[in-house]
């Protein structure tokens, strides 16, 4: 399949960078789950060297986003039914405790704010996707929890996936997502930690209840 226009790298040669352009185009949804991600045609878009595309992606391995097997190449990951109940397990228990944390800790939700107020103006569900996942990471920056931030990091590609999966033919999503992430940061204000988790709860509950459904 014909690759997607990616920005060409800053730098010639860094692993990294390229591993940016790719993790962007994956996550903005123009490299969709299953596509085949081939050394010589990246390398070609991004202006690097094979070994550079070739440690970029490993890197991506690491984090979830593609899969490689020998003979086989390397693909863009694509989410099983254990995946998807693996990564709501984990991730509701990650932000049940952010939620209870930044509740107690943050006295400025500002940043929350912001991004609810560039949801409202997001034009397309990757954009919203995006800033969904930017306001869970103010969430975790709020709790000043280093581990649990860490914690967070390991699984917040994969997680992305999952919401760019999650919203795939649901035009109830834009409806949803502003007052959803509005309705979280008033709990947060509250200073309740008990309200808070269990907010966190119903509110990854509901995702989940649509991804299943979508099998």
């Not at 969709?32 to 094979?50: D, M, T, Y």
């Not at 932000?95 to 409202?120: C, I, Q, S």
């Amino acid at each position: 399949m014909p690759l997607p226009a990616v920005r060409p790298v800053a730098r010639k040669g860094v692993a990294g960078e390229a591993a940016d352009r790719i993790r962007d185009a994956i996550l903005s949804g123009e490299l969709p789950a299953g596509a085949a991600l081939k050394e010589i045609e990246l390398a070609g878009q991004l202006g690097v060297s094979r070994g550079s595309v070739r440690e970029g992606l490993v890197l991506l391995e690491g984090e979830g986003l593609v899969v490689s097997e020998w003979h086989r190449g390397t693909w863009v990951r694509e989410l099983t039914p254990e995946d998807v109940d693996e990564l709501f397990t984990l991730r509701t228990a990650l932000d049940v405790l952010a939620m209870r944390t930044a509740a107690v800790r943050a006295r400025n939700f500002d940043a929350l704010d912001e991004v609810v107020g560039a949801m409202k103006l997001a034009r397309t569900d990757a954009e919203r996707v995006a800033l969904d996942m930017k306001f869970h990471d103010a969430v975790y920056a709020a709790t000043g929890h280093r581990r649990l931030i860490e914690a967070w990091q390991a699984i917040r590609s994969q997680v992305h996936l999952f919401l760019l999966a999650r919203i795939v033919g649901d035009p109830a999503y834009q409806g949803v997502v502003v007052p959803g992430h509005a309705g979280l940061a008033e709990v947060l204000r509250s200073g309740d930690a008990e309200r808070a988790g269990c907010a966190a709860e119903e509110h990854l509950r509901g995702s989940y209840a649509k991804l299943v459904g979508q099998r």
